[in-house]
Structures are given as C-alpha cells and as structure tokens.
C-alpha cells in the first residue's frame, strides 16, 4: 500500500504538461512555419539584390528564436536535457558581419528545419491529443509518453548546439583557464623578484657603495662590508636559483621528466621517502605537457607532506594508447576533495586546459591516489638525455 501511495499518478502533473506541449506544437508550428517559409522564400528570391542576403538573414534569425523557444518548451513540458547554445559571435564588426555569421551558422538552418517539420507534426499531434481527451481517455497517458517522446527527440536533433560547437566552448574556456594562470603567475614571479631579489640587491648595491667610500678612509671596515655583501649575492643567487625552479627548472628541459622528478622527491620531506617510476620508452612529451605534468606532481608531493600527515609516497608515469598517465599515491589520513578555488582544483584546471583528466580518489582514512592523464604529443626534435 505504501508503495502505491508513493508512485506518481498516470494523470498527475506530467500528464498535462505533455498535453499542453502538444496542443501548443500546432500554433507555435503555424508561426513558426509563415515565418520561415515567406521570409526564407522572399529572401533567397531577392539574394541578387541589395536587400536580400539581409532578409535571409533576418529570417534564420527568427527560426533562431523560435528554436530556442523549442528547446525552452521541451525542458519545461518535456524534460529534455537539451543544452543552450553560445551567442551567435559575428567574426567582423557592422551589418556584413552579422549577416555572413548568421547565414554560415548550421543551428540557424536546422532552426528553420525545425518550423518547417513542427507544423507536421504539430497537426498530426493536435489532432490525436483532441481524439484521445474526448474518446480514448483510458490509454491518454501511454499515448502522450509517445507523442512528448516524438517532439523531444526532434528538439534535441534539430536544435541541440552540436557536438563541434560544444567542443568549441570547452576549448574557449580552456584557453581562459590558460590565459588567468599565465596572468597569475606572471604576478606571482614579479612579486617574488620585487620582494626577494630585488630588494636584497638594492641593499647589495647600497652596501658596496659605503664600502666604496670607506675604503681609504677605514680598509678594516670597508673589507666586513664587502663581506657582508658577498654573502648576501649568495642569497640573492639562491633566490634567483629558486625562482628559476619554480618558472621551469633546468633539470626537467634538459634531462626530462624521470630526473626532474627524482629531484622533486629528494626534496621532499617525507619521513619514509617517495619513490618514482618513470616509463616512458625513450621519448618525451611535448614541453607544455611535460611542464604540467612537473608542476603537478610537485604541488601534489608538497600537499602530502604538508596536509596529509604522510609517511611515504610514490610517482608513477607511463606512456599508456597516446596518453601521458601519471599517479601520486601517498599513505595520509585522506580527505582531499576538489573544492573551487583550492589547489586541487587549479591543478584539475591546468590539466583540462589541455585536453586532461584529473580524478582523485582519497577516503576519509586514506590513502590518497591522484590520476591524472594528459594528451601525449611527441617532440619533433630528439630528447635530451
């Protein structure tokens, strides 16, 4: 009995929402179809002329309203999951551009389609949902199923955005990703070089020129002076050294992946030590993955030492069908999720921006495994050994 309190009603909301979706086809389909068969048909017979490709223009655009009217209808009434396309982004400012950009646009041709087969179907379906309210009440919900099925699967082949177009705006919000962590560590090495390097020269410059004055007034402290800068050029040079680690190491553009690691692991201060496996048969990614995959693997050791109370970890990198495939594992207490605007998050960004995959799998009481798999692109010169 509990059960069948629990299960929706044949006739409950849904029933009706389908029954106004396919009442509503024939009227919204009439307009739809005046609308691109005279604006369409008068345009393409005056497309000689100044006026034409203009009003051709001006009519794909209304069969673009009225497909994103179809596709609003469908995820109301229907439950279609169909996705919203981008804007229409003329490539060229004024009238030209936007009527070259609307003609050259598929979804706008596929949206006058669309008004052209939905008064067919808008008849059809207006017809049978009017005979089976008055006559075939009893079989009205299973008929609807088949009727809303109908409409949605031409909503979503004839105005769904795409699959091109859809990876068009992943690429442009990668290219964005790319763009903010250019920026941002741009900010962040200017930062350093004016808070660290720079400011130990300055005093480096100003040291040498009292030594400069004292020298043959008071030799004994001019020398102290002098070597109270030589060790502070040694800290500069250990900043800078530093700072080159962190843009791009030297290690990693002339010995790869395998000793570029191995250097990140001795200098990780895990008690047990992290071990590193390197396979990638000789060859070497191209160097933007390659740096990815450094600065990943870096961040993801300094966390476990830092966060996860960890013992000891490993790295593992393989060349795996065309991919760059690399695993830190460490022994902590678990936990790591990707939260926005944690460092978890913009390491699953950077490897997105390049057609990556970043999954972790951390439970509350450890361990934490971290995958993450990038696009392999060989270096067209030789590798560095």
């Known amino acids: 009995m509990e059960d069948e309190a629990k299960r929706p009603s044949l006739y409950g909301a849904r029933l009706w929402l389908e029954v106004r979706n ?12 005046v609308v691109a068969v005279v604006l369409l048909s008068t345009g393409l017979g005056l497309a000689v002329t100044v006026v034409g490709l203009p009003l051709l223009a001006f009519g ?3 069969c673009r309203w009225f497909g994103r009217l179809g596709r609003e209808r469908a995820r109301t009434e229907l439950g279609s999951a169909v996705a919203e396309p981008e804007p229409l982004r003329p490539a060229r400012a004024g009238l ?3 009527v070259t950009a609307t003609l ?16 067919l179907w808008g008849v059809l379906g207006f017809a049978l949902t009017l005979v089976l309210l008055v006559v075939g009440w009893p079989v009205l919900p299973w008929a609807m199923r088949v009727i809303s099925a109908v409409s949605r699967w031409l909503v979503e082949v004839l105005l769904s955005p795409g699959a091109l177009a859809e990876r068009v705006r992943e690429l442009e919000d990668d290219r964005g990703v790319v763009v903010d962590t250019a920026a941002a560590d741009l900010r962040r090495i200017e930062r350093d070089l004016h808070d660290g390097a720079q400011a130990r020269l300055v ?21 102290q002076m002098v070597d109270a800068a030589h060790g502070e050029v040694k800290l500069a040079l250990q900043e800078l050294r530093d700072l080159a680690r962190g843009i791009h190491p030297a290690v990693l553009t002339d010995r790869g992946l395998d000793a570029a690691l191995s250097s990140v692991a001795a200098r990780t201060a895990l008690p047990g030590g992290v071990r590193v496996h390197v396979e990638l048969g000789g060859e070497r990614p191209d ?3 390659e740096g990815i995959a450094y600065f990943t693997v870096t961040e993801l050791l300094t966390n476990a030492a830092k966060h996860s109370g960890a013992r000891t970890a490993s790295v593992e990198v393989r060349r795996q069908d065309g991919r760059l495939l690399l695993t830190v594992r460490d022994d902590g207490r678990g936990g790591a999720r990707v ?11 950077r490897a997105e921006s390049v057609d990556g995959v970043f999954v972790v799998d951390s439970p509350e009481d450890g361990p934490t495994s971290v995958t993450v798999e990038l696009p392999w692109h060989t270096r067209s010169g030789p590798a560095k050994k």
């Open 22 to 33: 396919a009442l509503l086809n024939f009227p919204v389909g009439v307009a739809g179809f």
């Open 60 to 62: 794909l655009s209304c």
């Open 96 to 98: 030209a551009g936007r």
């Open 104 to 119: 050259g646009d598929g979804l706008n041709w596929r949206s006058a389609l669309y008004c052209v087969v939905l008064l």
């Open 203 to 223: 005093a480096l410059a100003m040291d040498l020129g009292l030594a400069k004055e004292k020298l043959t007034e008071d030799p004994e402290a001019a020398q």
């Open 287 to 289: 160097s933007a993955v």
């Open 339 to 349: 939260h926005p605007g944690g460092g978890l998050a913009g390491l699953a960004e």
